[in-house]
Structures are given as structure tokens and as C-alpha cells.
């Protein structure tokens, strides 16, 4: 449904992204992990067309992106601090496209109730502005006002980088039964293997701008592609460990 | 409708029937006998049956030159001297006959002469002059610890001060320049010694001063004149000829210092036709409210287009390159230009007219809404901007419903800031004859009284102060209530 056709970003004579290829499958959880500046997040940007590649593109739906601004209206996208404009309520935040669209008001509020009941936002916080909301309700804001237009992908960058552990383990919970009644086809970028392989069915682990193994985390444990898979799998063990 | 064309008609008709008396503008600087000798123009042009008009108290000589040249106005007083080394920037004084051959090119010609010398003259206390036996401009020589301040014209002339210092053997290598109107207020308080003076001025006499003598004979004479267009109807050009040789020194003191006294300079100018005249009974809060109003329109008009130019020019250059930096390094620069130098500019494009000091108002507000609209936008973390993008709103649309909302609040502190200097600022329209709280300033300056002085720098204190509160107010009223909560997702 969406692939990556020899793709390559550099910024002058550094190399964010080696020319690699990439399909996403359709209703599946992907996530790419790897160590900072492994051009995890560049492939992300690169996927929503927030940055122009070097080379290659981005085939979707069977072709070449012609118009970005139609196509990103097919994606949600979830950025780690969520991305809420200040100056909005949430629920402004949330239907600022659909209105942008001129969709019908009935609609865009039986949408939001919808949405509100999928991502466990409360209610009475609609009328809140971002400043007064906790950093997870901002997060279940974000993924509504993503999935607002009924997106066919879902992209996360760090969703939940920023919360505290607690209501980190809630989400990812919440999260997995959202993706899961959604079908959906969600790309999430994350640098915590125990969340990957709770969240996702396929791990694209990531390592100085190219893909080292794409598989599921059995397969990453089982048949490491090189020693850096089980370097980075330890590192990550080991954190569990302590 | 027919009746409304026969209204139409007998408008057309009436307007006509004023144009019948043919309209002559006199202008004139500001200074006291400017101001006086440009009354007394235009009364005798009354006389003669014309509708004269009187801009009075323009900037600078070269603002009243352009004024005359471009037909802004027909005729202005002007003395000899500044006419040979100011405005023909001839090396030596130039005969009357050589003056006329040399204005004639630019449509100028000259009056005949009113019959008064108004040449330079340093002036000192009388008591410190005695006490250090100075009489002469040669006994300074010695007295370096003088403290002098001269007029700005004086200090920058050709037959000013540097010229003058070179004749006579002199150093002082600290001198500064001053507003020839206050120089005699810091004069008598002792601030300073000696500064530069017009030998018909009212406050010699008044303040008890001594006029040093130019032993040397550097100072030119200064016969004073009017400069008028050729163009202007010769009727005129007879009625002002017929002042010819009819004011003496005394004469001319005496209008000055009733000027001076009264704040009436008509009142004055009446002296000469010997006619009795009450002082015009002026009514300050009349007055008041009249270049209030006069101010605000001015400010009101010059800050609308520089919200509506410089808004737009801010988004321009809020995208980092050269564009950018062009943009701001404009707008800087123009903050950069003193207000007289910006009138000097403008006056020989556009003119001495409304346009001309609302377009100066309007290049002097721009920096602070250029800059802060810049700012606004380039302070919004690159996080939202991605999450606009993200969500497919255009670009247009990404400016008016995100980024611009959330630059909000500097924006609008810019335009606080510009209209607070642009109040300030608009008191420069007088200096061009177009009115506003300015107007008061300078006549005050002239006639060296407080009082008229503070009938315009008052109300626009008070305007300034008045326009600052109102911003806050709009702070709350108009900026989005989300900016205004502390912000921990930004």
C-alpha cells in the first residue's frame, strides 16, 4: 500500500538514509527501531513527504505521489510531543481539518464522540486548550486528531516518548487494542524493543542510515542478521535486566 | 435626479465662483520672523484681493526650497546671504543681479529688498561679556572653557561656524549643536555661554545679551527678501514689490518681539499696516482638539498601511536567506535616518502635502511590525510547523489558521511599539506645514515659550500613554486565550 523505491536522503555530504527499498504491508503494525541517527525518523518524514528525498520515492497505492497535500490527508501522523497547536481547544485541535474541509458540523461532532470513547479521552476535556491537558490525554488528543479523516496509515514518531513509565505501559495497552480493532496499517518509530515487539508484526531494526533485519522479534532473537542485531538486542536486555 | 444635478450644478457653480479670487500659498520657517514676515506676505496679498494661504513654519531651508521650486508654495521670506551660499551654494556673496540671473533657470525670482539686515551674530550674556572684557568676535581667543552650543544649521553652513573659526583664529574643540529656539532658554539659565544668534532677534533685547561685533566682517549680509515663482501672477508680484524698503531694523525688532509677547504673529505682522488688532483670542482646548484630531489621522492613516505593507513583508521575511535580511536591513536603516533628513528627501518627490509626512510616518513604523511578525513566526518550534504540514492544510491556510495565530502576540506588541513611536514620531509633520501636535511644538520653539510648547507635547504624552493601555486591552481581547495560559507544550 505504501512503498519506499531505492529512497536516499543526504544533508550535504552526510548520508541520513543509504538507497534502500521498503514495502509496508496493508493492516499490519511496523516499527522502525534502532539507535539515535539511525535515520529511523527520516524515513518517517520522508514517507509523509515533510522532507524531499535525494533519490528515489514514494509509491502509494500503486503510484508516485503526485500531490502531497491530498495524499497527507490519507495519513495520521502522531509526533512525540503531539503536536497540539496552543492557540486551539482540543476540540478545535482535533476537527481543525474536517472543518478546514468544510465537513458537516453533526458529523464532525459524532465523529469526535467516537473518538473520544476509542482513545479513552475524557470528554469535559474537549473544551480544554493543550497547556491544560496531561501529557497522556495529549497524546490520546494527537492520535484523534489523526485518525480524525479516517486515514489509510497511520504514522508515530516517538508517540510515547515523553510520558512517564506508568501511564507509558497504560497507553501501549490502549494503543495495541486501538491498532487492533483499527486494522489499520500503522508505522510507528520507537527506540524500545519491548515496546516494538508488543506493538508491531514486523520490526525494521535500523543501524547508520540502512535496514540491518526486517522480521518479527522471534526471528530478530532466533536468527540475528549480523552481530549488531544481538549487540542491540542485549543492550536492550540488559536494560530490562537492571 | 434632476433636482439632484441642478445641486450638483450649483456646487460646480459655487466652486467656481471661489476660484474666481485666485489662491497664492506663502510658506515660511520656523523661526519668529518667519513666521511673522510670511503674515505680513499674506495680508498685503489680501489686500490686493488674492486668497492667500500660509504654511507656516517649514523644516529646514532646503524643505522650504524644494516647497517653492515644486509649486507647493508661490512665495517665502529669504535673506540674501542664505540665498548666495545655502541655495546656490555660491562661494562668495552674490549681487541681487546675479541671484536673479541664477534663480531664473528653476522659475524663482526675487522681491526687492524689505529694508532690513537679519545677518548672524554670536550672542553672550551681557554681564559674563563684560566681566571677561569680550566685545569682539577676536577677544574669544583665549576663552576656550566657553561653553557653546550653535544651531544645527549654523554648525553645519557654509558661512557658519567652521569658516568663521578659520577667519578669526579660533579653538573650541567641544561644541555642540542645539535647537536655536532653546538656545536662548539654556543661554539665560547659564547652561551655556555664548551660542548664535540673528541680529533681529526679540530676545537680545529681551534677555539682556551682547552681540559680539564682527570686527572682521566675516558674516555676509543678510537683506531679507521673497523668494517667489515666476509663474506667480504679476498683480501679486507687484503687491509684494510694494513692501520694498519699508521695514527697518527697528521695525522688524518690534514685530518680534510683540510676536514673541502676544503668540500672535498676524497680531505682529498688523504693526506694519499700522492697523489695531485684538489678539486673536486663541482657544487652547479648541486648539487642542483640533491638531488631536489632525495627529490621529495622520498616525491613524500611516499605521493602517504599515500594518497592511508591513504584515506581509514580516511573513516575507520570516523565511531565513537573503530576501530576509534584505527586508530588515530596509527597514532598519529607514528607522536609522533622522526624521528632518527622511523630510528632505521626500519633499522634492512628493511635495510639502499630507502624503509626504504620512508616507515618513508610515517607513518609521515599519521596523517594529517587519521584525516582530518575522520573529513571531521564526520562534515557532519546528514541531508544529511539522504537524501542520503533516495534516495536509495548504500552505496559505497553514499561515492564517496556525502560524500566524500563534505568533499572535508578538505581532501585536510590534504594532504597540510602532504606533507608540509613531505618535511621537507624527509631531514631525509640522515641520512640512501639515499640522498634528507638532504644530504647537514648533511655533512654541520659536517664540522660546513653554507654554505653547506643552500644548502639544502634552497631549502627545498623553496619547502615547493613552495608545499603550489600549494595546493591553487588545492583548486580552484579541489574542488567542491558549497563548496566553503557561505554555508547557511549546
Redesign the interface.
Known amino acids: 500500500m505504501i512503498q519506499l523505491e531505492n529512497i536516499s536522503k543526504n544533508y550535504g555530504d552526510n548520508a541520513a538514509l543509504l538507497p534502500l527499498s521498503l514495502a509496508f504491508a496493508e493492516g499490519k503494525t511496523t516499527a522502525l527501531i534502532g539507535p539515535s541517527g539511525c535515520g529511523k525518523s527520516t524515513l518517517l ?1 520522508l514517507l ?1 513527504g ?1 522532507i524531499k528525498p535525494s533519490s528515489g520515492q514514494v509509491v502509494f497505492n500503486g503510484a508516485p505521489v503526485p500531490d502531497w ?5 490519507e ?1 495520521g ?1 502522531v ?11 482540543a476540540q478545535r485541535n482535533v476537527g ?2 474536517a472543518r ?1 474541509l468544510k465537513k458537516p458540523e453533526s458529523q464532525i461532532q459524532s465523529k469526535i464522540n467516537e473518538l473520544c470513547e476509542l482513545t479513552r479521552f475524557p470528554k469535559d476535556g474537549l473544551q480544554r ?4 491537558l496531561s501529557g497522556g490525554q ?1 497524546q490520546r488528543l494527537s492520535l484523534m ?1 489523526a485518525l480524525m479523516l479516517e486515514p489509510q496509515i497511520l504514522l508515530l514518531d516517538e508517540p510515547l516518548g515523553a510520558l512517564d513509565p506508568m501511564v507509558r505501559v497504560q497507553l501501549q495497552a490502549d494503543l495495541k487494542e486501538i491498532f487492533q480493532r483499527l486494522k489499520q496499517t500503522v508505522i510507528f518509530v520507537t527506540h524500545d524493543l519491548a515496546e516494538a515487539g508488543f506493538l508491531s508484526d514486523e520490526i525494521v531494526l535500523m543501524n547508520e542510515g540502512a535496514i540491518v533485519q526486517k522480521g518479527s522479534l522471534k526471528d530478530l532473537q532466533e536468527k540475528p542478521a549480523s552481530e549488531f542485531v544481538t549487540k542491540f538486542l542485549s543492550a536492550q536486555r540488559s536494560l530490562v535486566a537492571l | 435626479m434632476k433636482r439632484f444635478l441642478l445641486f450638483l450644478l450649483a456646487i460646480a457653480t459655487s466652486m467656481a465662483m471661489a476660484q474666481d479670487k485666485q489662491q497664492v500659498t506663502v510658506g515660511s520657517k520656523k523661526f519668529t520672523e518667519s513666521y511673522v514676515l510670511g503674515n505680513l506676505a499674506k495680508r498685503q496679498l489680501e489686500k490686493a484681493g488674492f486668497d492667500a494661504q500660509h504654511k507656516q513654519g517649514i523644516g529646514a531651508t532646503s524643505i522650504v526650497w524644494q516647497a517653492l521650486k515644486s509649486g507647493d508654495i508661490d512665495l517665502y521670506p529669504e535673506y540674501t546671504g542664505t540665498i548666495s551660499e545655502e541655495i546656490l551654494k555660491s562661494p562668495h556673496p552674490l549681487t541681487d543681479d546675479e541671484i536673479t540671473a541664477a534663480l531664473k533657470p528653476d522659475g524663482i525670482g526675487i522681491s526687492k529688498e524689505l529694508g532690513f539686515d537679519d545677518t548672524y551674530a554670536l550672542v553672550m550674556r551681557k554681564d559674563q561679556a563684560d566681566q571677561l572684557g569680550i566685545h569682539s568676535i577676536s577677544d574669544l581667543k583665549g576663552h576656550s572653557d566657553l561653553k557653546i552650543e550653535l544651531s544645527h544649521e549654523f554648525l553645519k553652513r557654509k558661512d557658519g561656524w567652521e569658516p568663521l573659526c578659520a577667519k578669526y583664529g579660533l579653538n573650541f574643540p567641544d561644541v555642540q549643536g542645539i535647537d536655536h529656539g532653546i538656545a536662548y532658554t539654556a543661554l539665560k539659565s547659564k547652561a551655556i555661554d555664548l551660542t548664535d544668534a540673528y541680529s533681529t532677534d526679540a530676545q537680545i533685547g529681551q534677555f539682556n545679551l551682547t552681540v559680539l561685533k564682527d570686527n572682521l566682517n566675516f558674516f555676509p549680509k543678510y537683506r531679507a527678501l521673497y523668494l517667489y515663482r515666476l509663474n506667480m501672477p504679476q498683480k501679486a508680484v507687484d503687491a509684494i514689490n510694494a513692501l520694498a524698503g519699508k521695514i527697518d531694523e527697528p521695525l522688524m525688532i518690534k514685530m518680534n518681539v510683540d510676536a514673541e509677547k502676544t503668540k500672535d504673529f498676524d497680531h505682529a505682522a498688523a504693526i506694519f499696516f499700522k492697523e489695531e488688532k485684538s489678539v486673536a483670542k486663541k482657544s487652547i482646548w479648541g486648539d487642542i482638539a483640533k491638531n488631536t484630531a489632525r495627529h490621529l489621522q495622520l498616525v491613524g492613516i500611516s499605521m493602517l498601511l504599515a500594518l497592511i505593507i508591513g504584515i506581509p513583508l514580516g511573513i516575507w521575511a520570516a523565511k531565513p536567506g537573503l530576501t530576509s535580511q534584505m527586508i530588515l536591513g530596509f527597514t532598519g536603516m529607514v528607522q536609522t535616518i533622522p526624521s528632518l533628513a527622511l523630510l528632505a528627501l521626500l519633499v522634492p518627490l512628493i511635495g510639502i502635502q499630507t502624503g509626504t509626512a504620512i508616507l515618513a510616518l508610515f517607513l518609521y513604523s515599519l521596523l517594529p511590525i517587519v521584525r516582530n511578525t518575522a520573529a513571531g513566526l521564526q520562534s515557532i518550534p519546528a514541531s508544529f510547523k511539522e504537524s501542520a504540514e503533516a495534516l495536509g492544510l495548504e500552505p496559505f491556510a497553514r499561515l492564517t489558521q496556525i502560524y500566524l495565530p500563534m505568533a499572535s502576540r508578538t505581532i501585536l506588541a510590534g504594532v504597540k511599539t510602532s504606533v507608540i513611536i509613531n505618535i511621537g514620531t507624527a509631531t514631525l509633520a509640522a515641520l512640512i506645514a501639515q499640522g498634528g501636535l507638532g504644530d504647537p511644538i514648533i511655533a512654541g520653539l520659536a517664540l522660546n515659550d513653554t507654554g505653547t510648547i506643552l500644548q502639544g507635547a502634552i497631549p502627545a504624552a498623553v496619547l502615547a500613554l493613552v495608545a499603550g493601555w489600549v494595546f493591553d486591552l487588545l492583548d486580552l481581547a484579541l489574542i488567542p486565550k491558549g497563548l496566553r495560559l503557561n505554555n508547557q507544550s511549546a
Open positions: 518524514r509523509m515533510l497535500i491530498q495524499t497527507r490527508r495519513m501522523y509526533v512525540q510531543d503531539g503536536g497540539l497547536f496552543p492557540h486551539l481547544t481543525l481539518m478546514h486548550f493543550p497547556a491544560e495529549k486528531r
